[in-house]
């Protein structure tokens, strides 16, 4: 029956829009401590039926009031209060993705002892001020690169006595992408390749334009080693910088692993040479089978670059 339930509960169709929880959303059972405080009202008004004690009875149909008392509040702690869903920023497999969730109500009433959660990952625990919005960033992991739906939520509380929990389980559309694991491995050698223009700071060959730090994909008769023979060890070694002529670029290219080498090895290795030459600025470009990406640079670039390395077929 529960899990019919279960199953009834999660095939509610999923959206983006905001969802309110209504009474027909949700559920409330008794918690542990509810049953072992329903057990012992028994067991004392078996004692005062045993020993004719009036005060005994009082004193249980008292404490029993509590029961219908406390599960009006814990359904009223959550019945009204909205959900409206946020973004998720793309993260790398193996970190952690935050889904962001507007919580909001009109009531001028706060609400205590919130717990909210993604099945199968932890808790989230929050107060929603009277007449308010706080916005809760939900832990997922991500195990995976490429598409990551937000799993069935889980709002509950168990506010104020803790002799009934009541729940809700909506449930959103939407996604985060994860990007493959990166695998740092030193950089391809970079190729010249003609370009149109005169731009300073391009690794050309024509005018000497300055120096800059050297990065592992640099060939070694760039180094400036009349500076390094100056600086000695202190400092580290610098590179000559061109303008016009010719422009270095970086192939990233599936076909230069191993042939065996595992798929997504290989896309951790691609994802982590994206990276590293974004970092050192270079002009880069990405193949894989039945994709290119001319090169470029820039965090557009880098973006479409991951979004494919992600969305690659296996």
């Known amino acids: 029956m529960f899990t019919a339930l279960r199953s009834w509960r999660w095939r509610q169709p999923a959206g983006t829009n905001p969802i309110v929880l209504t009474r027909d959303r949700v559920y409330i059972l008794p918690t542990g401590a509810g049953v072992l405080f329903?057990?012992?009202?028994?067991?004392?008004?078996l004692g005062a039926i045993n020993y004719n004690l009036a005060l005994g009875h009082a004193l249980v149909f008292l404490l029993a009031g509590l029961g219908p008392v406390g599960m009006v509040h814990v359904y009223r702690n959550l019945a009204g209060i909205s959900?409206?869903?946020?973004?998720?920023?793309?993260?790398?497999?193996?970190?952690?993705?935050?889904?962001?969730?507007?919580?909001?109500?009109?009531?001028?009433?706060?609400?205590?002892?919130?717990?909210?959660?993604?099945?199968?990952?932890?808790y989230v625990r929050c107060e929603l001020p009277a007449a308010g919005q706080i916005?809760?960033?939900?832990?997922?992991?991500?195990?995976?690169?490429?598409?990551?739906?937000?799993?069935?939520?889980?709002?509950?509380s168990r506010y104020p006595l803790?002799?009934?929990?009541?729940?809700?389980?909506?449930?959103?559309?939407i996604e985060c992408l994860v990007y493959p694991r990166p695998l740092m491995l030193p950089l391809p050698p970079a190729s010249p390749a003609p370009i149109s223009g005169t731009r300073h700071g391009d690794g050309g060959q024509e005018d000497f334009a300055g120096l800059r730090l050297r990065q592992p994909a640099d060939s070694p008769r760039h180094i400036a080693w009349k500076a390094a023979a100056r600086d000695g060890a202190e400092k580290p070694l610098?590179?000559?910088?061109?303008?016009?002529?010719?422009?270095?670029?970086?192939?990233?290219?599936?076909?230069?692993?191993?042939?065996?080498?595992?798929t997504e090895t290989r896309l951790s290795v691609l994802t982590g040479w994206v990276l590293a030459a974004d970092a050192a600025g270079s002009r880069y470009g990405l193949s894989l089978p039945g994709v290119e990406i001319a090169p470029a640079e820039g965090t557009a670039h880098r973006q479409r670059c991951l979004e494919n390395l992600a969305l690659a077929s296996p």
Request: no cysteine; glycine share 8%.
């Open 38 to 45: 329903a057990v012992a009202l028994v067991l004392m008004l």
């Open 83 to 122: 959900i409206t869903p946020g973004r998720a920023e793309p993260v790398f497999a193996g970190e952690t993705a935050h889904f962001f969730l507007h919580l909001g109500q009109e009531r001028q009433e706060a609400r205590f002892g919130l717990e909210i959660s993604a099945r199968g990952n932890p």
């Open 135 to 156: 916005s809760v960033a939900l832990p997922v992991a991500a195990r995976r690169r490429g598409w990551l739906a937000l799993p069935v939520l889980n709002l509950a």
């Open 162 to 173: 803790g002799f009934f929990r009541a729940w809700s389980t909506p449930r959103f559309a």
């Open 238 to 262: 610098l590179v000559k910088q061109f303008s016009g002529g010719a422009q270095n670029e970086l192939w990233l290219d599936w076909r230069l692993l191993p042939d065996e080498m595992d």
